[in-house]
């Protein structure tokens, strides 16, 4: 086209070529006019300028540099007479570049020429930019119809290519070129950017000149500029000293270049170095925010820039050519990065975007060591910590945030989160970072709080000797000894005590409170010494397993503090359970502990989903099995009166449990319930050795009730009446009745440990005496029982409420418990006790026991009515009043199954056929329920409302509400929260789990029933 115009260049006047910002425009108007000049045309040159866009006429005033000095030239016909005389002698070519930066004086002249030039040998080619805003649009709409255009587009990947010359350096240069400068365009190497977290391309292409000219035109957009640029530094890649100072070179080149070629338009260079630092993130609103102005100028500034090719209009704002977006951020300082990304994550945060998108746009721009963004980060982080679904959610998004770079300030708070939140799940790893913590943290306390961690953390790794070393320096600081941290400490050193034999406990740090330091002083004494006047409100409010500087007590240790009886420990149980924030491993001891609890309560089939829940989260303990065998005792006894021996058996073995183990008081709960296990599977003398090594624990535990069924299946019937009396006299010395002193019950245990076992002299240690008299003796015609379902203080299961719902109301069973006197507590423990002792020493004693065990019945509550009632009928079936201990059995065996003892109901079953009696249909578990009761149960299991479940069966919704109640009852639940797992873990057990041979052949069912727990509490 421009060529048929120049050898005809009367017949169209004006060649308009558009195209955006270094698309060549200026080239080919200046090939243009060599082209002209070759055919021997005049050729006039002039270039409109934006700095001179405001003064009128401009481009009349170059023409007259042109012209004869002395010609008037003062307005359009002058300037048409000028024109068309030169033009008389020899054909004439106008240039005019930047016509888009001409004031309207000098448009309005052109639009004269142009209606009045055609028949004249005189032609016009100018350059004009679409998208720029003219100083008369009509005029402007009335030259671009009137012209022939050329529009300038950028050039492809394949034009690119034939622009690249591979001979003219040879193959290997291309392949340097591609490799060290546009290949690393991805990481911005071809503008020394590298290392400052922006990404300024999607791809880099690496290999040999058939794959320059794709990441060139990439890199460049096709811009012939650009391209330009690129192609004029082919030696950068020879000298790496010369890299860095001609890529900088370049890099202001592009910038300034840029700088030229922006619009009139308010806020464009702002604009661009926002969309630049944003990326993926250069919303119009975000840039808006980020530069200070309103988002409709933002959008203005944007669409100006879109139609002079630097920016991409749409939803989110990108660069037509990555190689600009690089020189624009090589050109902004960091501290001017960091403000824009402060302010676009302010406003984020202010529009309730996501806080993980906040997150990554200030850790990608790589700004945290700034104050404002350190703030920023910190304050995301911490509501995303408290929002996490978990621990173990938590760990993996500080941790993903730590392998950035990140400010001292800002990684010595991250660390600190991360170090608390492992100490549940990796403790190892808790300890690594909590001591870096430490030492970056500049606030003391914060520092002392974090060396207590790590100590705790160290205590979870069973090395004791150095986080000893860390509390007893922690406990000289000046700030620690004036926070309840030194309470803390002091409990903490005595625990250690406990766990390091070789470890001396010493006293409590000075300052520290009476509070602790009783306690401290009971573990020292491990626990032999009851609880005195520390309540167990007290210890729990001090201990506080729950909290995010809960200690990393066992449950056993804790519950050897104090004398509160199980349903005082109920509410503070199912709080533990139900607080947030908790790791795996105090997760299994709450579950554990929950459990531990409903058990002494008589709740076999609620402690069984605990149970199930502890043994769920073992998976994702990390730490030593040694720090949460206080959690196996409880676990192991569950699954032992559910009948599940060899889920009880595969528990120790993958915990490997089953070897010998220290006797420490932490041990002795696994101890006990590993020795009744062991009895359970026909091994009495391993349940034996189990029981005696629990004895020489030290805490009260009721090992002689445990060791009274052994000693009779072992054939030790003197040793097993001795014990029995020696439990007797303790039980009655607690009731308040005169009995020998605490040496002749001492030789009575010793007696009870001869023939080659270790002896094991112990004293009762049980504070006597609640006033009670001797109990009566009934006669053998027991009279009615009185099952108490609901204890005094004892908080009903909510699965089905809300955390901070449960939380509430287990603080207010918490204060009716501190508020129902000491005296009924120490009675009713008492009772119990007492109904134990008595039940062992009626089996012990054969058929003369018959009246003890009469008694037992009359002072037992809950299961143990059950395992009283039981033995009752089994003396009355050995001395032949068989109707008598059908009855007593039939009674036991209802109690039994309602609290969903489902070993003990299958022997006194046995026990119930063998005296001839007919063992009704199961009234308890999934077996027990309807048809229809399991029907309705199964489809509330999945989730199902009580309206969706009676539309689809085709019921009322109250026959669905009966039929769950009903259910609830037989299963021995709470709510529907619990169906999934009850109906799931029953056809398990029924599937997978043999009979017990070993049973058949015990004595008395007691051995499988498990002797009582009251006695922990002693």
């Given at each position: 086209?421009?060529?048929h115009?120049?050898?005809?260049i009367?017949?169209?006047?004006l060649?308009?070529v558009e ?7 200026t080239a080919l ?7 002209a000049?070759g055919?021997g045309?005049?050729?006039?040159t ?5 700095y001179?866009s405001e003064?009128?006429?401009q ?6 540099t ?6 008037a030239i003062?307005?359009p016909?002058?300037?048409?007479r ?11 070519l106008l240039?005019i570049d930047?016509?888009h ?5 000098s448009l309005h002249?052109l639009?004269?020429?142009?209606r009045?030039l055609?028949?004249h040998p005189v032609?016009?080619?100018?350059s004009?930019?679409?998208a720029h805003p003219?100083p ?6 009335e030259?671009?119809?009137?012209s022939s255009r050329i529009?300038?587009?950028p050039?492809s990947?394949r034009?690119v290519g ?5 001979g003219?350096h040879g193959g290997s ?5 591609c ?5 690393r365009?991805g990481?911005g ?5 590298e290392?400052r977290?922006?990404?300024?391309s999607?791809?880099g ?9 794709a990441c060139?035109?990439?890199w460049t ?7 330009n640029?690129a ?6 890649c020879?000298?790496?000293?010369k ?5 900088g070179?370049?890099a202001?080149t592009?910038?300034n270049?840029l700088?030229?070629?922006?619009p009139?338009v308010a806020?464009?260079l ?8 944003l ?8 840039i808006?925010?980020?530069v200070?102005i ?7 500034a944007?669409q100006?820039?879109?139609e ?15 190689m600009?977006r690089a ?7 960091p501290e001017q ?7 676009a994550g302010a406003?984020?945060?202010e529009i309730g975007?996501a806080d993980?998108r906040?997150l990554e ?8 060591e700034?104050?404002d ?5 910190s304050?995301l982080?911490d509501?995303m910590?408290?929002?996490?679904a978990s ?8 941790r ?7 400010a001292?300030?800002l ?5 600190a ?6 100490t549940?799940?990796?403790p190892?790893?808790?300890q690594?970072?909590l001591?870096e913590a430490?030492r970056l943290?500049t606030d003391?306390w ?18 004791g000797i150095?986080a ?5 320096c ?7 000894a004036?926070?309840?941290l030194l309470?803390r ?14 470890l001396?406990?010493?006293e409590p740090?000075?300052?520290t409170?009476g509070?602790a330091?009783?306690?401290?002083n009971?573990l020292?004494d491990?626990?032999s010494?009851g609880?005195?006047?520390?309540s167990?409100?007290q210890?729990w409010?001090l201990?506080?397993p729950a909290g995010?500087l ?7 240790t804790l519950s ?5 009886p199980p349903?005082?420990?109920l509410p ?5 359970v139900?607080a ?6 105090r997760?299994v001891l709450?579950?554990?502990?929950h459990a531990?609890v409903?058990l002494a309560?008589g709740?076999?089939s ?5 149970t ?5 989260q073992?998976?994702?303990v990390t730490?030593?099995?040694?720090i949460?065998v206080a959690?196996?005792?409880p676990l192991i ?12 058996n595969?528990?120790?073995?993958e915990?490997d449990?089953?070897?010998?183990l220290?006797?420490r008081?932490?041990n ?5 319930a590993?020795g009744?296990l062991?009895h359970?599977c026909?091994?009495?003398?391993g349940a034996?050795?189990?029981?005696l090594?629990a ?7 009721p090992?002689?009730a ?7 299946e072992?054939g030790?019937?003197d040793t ?8 007797l006299?303790a039980?009655r010395a607690?009731a308040g009745?005169?009995v020998?002193?605490d040496q002749?019950?001492?030789?009575v245990d010793a007696v ?5 076992e270790r002896p094991a002299?112990?004293?009762?240690g049980e504070?006597a005496?609640?006033?009670r008299?001797?109990?009566?003796v009934?006669a053998?015609s ?13 908080l009903?299961d909510?699965p ?5 719902e ?5 603080l207010?069973?918490?204060e009716?418990a501190?508020?129902t ?6 009675r009713?423990?008492?009772e119990?006790?007492?109904g134990i ?17 009469t008694?037992s019945?009359a002072?037992s509550?809950?299961?143990e ?7 009752l009928?089994?003396g009355l079936?050995?001395?032949?009043r068989?109707?008598?201990?059908r009855q007593r059995?039939?009674?036991?065996l209802?109690?039994?199954e309602?609290?969903g003892?489902?070993?003990l109901g ?17 009234i ?8 229809s009761?399991?029907r309705?149960?199964r489809?509330a299991a ?12 085709f019921?009322t ?5 009966m ?5 609830y009852?037989k299963l021995?639940?709470g709510?529907?929260?619990d169906?999934?797992?009850?109906l799931?873990r029953?056809?398990r057990?029924?599937a997978?789990q043999?009979?017990?041979a070993?049973?058949?052949g015990h004595p ?5 029933a ?8 002693r």
């Amino acid at each position: 086209m421009l060529a048929h115009h120049l050898t005809n260049i009367a017949t169209g006047p004006l060649i308009l070529v558009e195209g955006g910002a270094g698309t060549g425009r200026t080239a080919l108007l200046a090939a243009g006019a060599d082209a002209a000049r070759g055919l021997g045309h005049q050729v006039l040159t002039v270039t409109a300028s934006r700095y001179e866009s405001e003064l009128p006429a401009q481009l009349i005033h170059r023409l007259r540099t042109h012209a004869d000095p002395s010609a008037a030239i003062t307005a359009p016909h002058s300037l048409f007479r000028w024109i068309t005389e030169q033009a008389r002698r020899t054909p004439l070519l106008l240039v005019i570049d930047d016509l888009h930066w001409s004031d309207r004086e000098s448009l309005h002249c052109l639009a004269y020429l142009v209606r009045r030039l055609p028949g004249h040998p005189v032609g016009v080619l100018a350059s004009h930019l679409p998208a720029h805003p003219s100083p008369d649009p009509v005029l402007l709409t009335e030259l671009r119809r009137s012209s022939s255009r050329i529009v300038l587009r950028p050039f492809s990947a394949r034009m690119v290519g034939a622009l690249i010359d591979p001979g003219r350096h040879g193959g290997s240069h291309a392949d340097r070129l591609c490799d060290n400068g546009a290949g690393r365009c991805g990481s911005g190497g071809l503008f020394g950017i590298e290392g400052r977290g922006i990404r300024v391309s999607p791809v880099g292409v690496r290999g040999g000149a058939s794959n320059l000219s794709a990441c060139l035109a990439e890199w460049t957009g096709g811009n012939p500029y650009l391209l330009n640029v690129a192609l004029s530094q082919p030696d950068w890649c020879d000298c790496p000293a010369k890299t860095r100072e001609q890529s900088g070179y370049a890099a202001r080149t592009v910038y300034n270049w840029l700088r030229s070629r922006l619009p009139p338009v308010a806020g464009c260079l702002e604009c661009v170095g926002a969309a630049a630092i944003l990326g993926s993130n250069a919303e119009p609103t975000l840039i808006a925010a980020a530069v200070g102005i309103t988002v409709r100028a933002a959008e203005e500034a944007v669409q100006a820039l879109s139609e002079i090719g630097f920016l991409t209009g749409g939803a989110i704002v990108e660069f037509a050519q990555p190689m600009v977006r690089a020189a624009v951020l090589a050109a902004i300082s960091p501290e001017q990065r960091a403000r824009v990304l402060v302010a676009a994550g302010a406003r984020l945060v202010e529009i309730g975007a996501a806080d993980e998108r906040v997150l990554e746009l200030l850790l990608d721009g790589e700004v945290t060591e700034y104050d404002d963004a350190a703030r920023l980060v910190s304050a995301l982080l911490d509501r995303m910590v408290a929002a996490a679904a978990s621990v173990l959610a938590r760990v993996e998004l500080l941790r993903r945030v730590l392998a950035r770079p990140t400010a001292r300030s800002l990684r010595a708070h991250l660390l600190a989160l991360l170090g608390t939140a492992e100490t549940d799940t990796d403790p190892a790893a808790a300890q690594t970072h909590l001591a870096e913590a430490a030492r970056l943290a500049t606030d003391p306390w914060l520092r002392a709080q974090l060396v207590f961690q790590r100590a705790s953390a160290l205590l979870l790794l069973d090395r004791g000797i150095e986080a000893a070393g860390l509390l007893r320096c922690l406990a000289l600081d000046s700030e620690v000894a004036q926070s309840g941290l030194l309470d803390r400490i002091a409990v903490l050193l005595a625990e250690l005590a406990i766990r390091h034999p070789d470890l001396p406990a010493g006293e409590p740090p000075t300052g520290t409170g009476g509070s602790a330091k009783r306690i401290a002083n009971l573990l020292a004494d491990s626990g032999s010494s009851g609880g005195g006047d520390l309540s167990w409100h007290q210890t729990w409010q001090l201990l506080s397993p729950a909290g995010r500087l809960g200690l990393p007590l066992t449950w056993s240790t804790l519950s050897t503090l104090s004398e509160a009886p199980p349903h005082r420990q109920l509410p503070y149980t199912t709080a533990w359970v139900t607080a947030p924030d908790q790791g795996p491993l105090r997760k299994v001891l709450a579950h554990a502990a929950h459990a531990n609890v409903l058990l002494a309560l008589g709740r076999i089939s609620r402690a069984a989903i605990e149970t199930d829940r502890a043994i769920a989260q073992l998976a994702q303990v990390t730490v030593p099995p040694a720090i949460a065998v206080a959690a196996f005792g409880p676990l192991i006894e569950t699954l032992l009166e559910r009948d599940d021996l060899p889920a009880a058996n595969r528990l120790l073995a993958e915990a490997d449990l089953n070897g010998p183990l220290p006797t420490r008081p932490t041990n002795a709960a696994l101890l006990l319930a590993r020795g009744r296990l062991r009895h359970a599977c026909g091994d009495p003398g391993g349940a034996l050795a189990d029981i005696l090594a629990a004895a020489r624990c030290g805490p009260p535990i009721p090992w002689r009730a445990n060791a009274i069924p052994v000693l009779l299946e072992l054939g030790r019937h003197d040793t097993a009446r001795a014990l029995a009396c020696t439990e007797l006299a303790a039980a009655r010395a607690l009731a308040g009745v005169d009995v020998a002193s605490d040496q002749a019950i001492a030789e009575v245990d010793a007696v009870a440990v001869d023939s080659g076992e270790r002896p094991a002299v112990l004293t009762t240690g049980e504070a006597a005496g609640t006033g009670r008299g001797d109990p009566v003796v009934y006669a053998d015609s027991a009279p009615p029982v009185a099952v108490r379902e609901h204890p005094p203080g004892e908080l009903r299961d909510a699965p089905d409420l809300p955390a901070d719902e449960v939380a509430d109301l287990a603080l207010a069973e918490a204060e009716l418990a501190r508020t129902t006197g000491e005296f009924t507590a120490a009675r009713e423990t008492a009772e119990q006790a007492l109904g134990i002792a008595l039940r062992l020493a009626g089996q012990a004693a054969g058929p003369s026991g018959l009246g003890m065990l009469t008694e037992s019945v009359a002072l037992s509550t809950g299961m143990e009515t059950a395992r009283a009632l039981g033995e009752l009928g089994i003396g009355l079936a050995r001395v032949g009043r068989v109707g008598q201990a059908r009855q007593r059995l039939r009674r036991a065996l209802v109690l039994a199954e309602g609290a969903g003892a489902v070993r003990l109901g299958r022997i006194l079953a046995q026990r119930l056929r063998d005296a001839g009696g007919r063992v009704p249909g199961r009234i308890q578990g999934p077996e027990s329920l309807t048809a229809s009761e399991r029907r309705v149960a199964r489809l509330a299991a999945t989730g199902r409302t009580n309206r969706q479940i009676a539309d689809e069966l085709f019921v009322t919704r109250r026959a669905v509400e009966m039929h769950l109640t009903q259910a609830y009852r037989k299963l021995g639940i709470g709510g529907r929260g619990d169906l999934r797992e009850v109906l799931g873990r029953d056809g398990r057990r029924q599937a997978n789990q043999p009979r017990s041979a070993s049973s058949a052949g015990h004595p008395s069912w007691v051995v499988d029933a498990g002797a009582g727990r009251a006695g922990r509490s002693r």
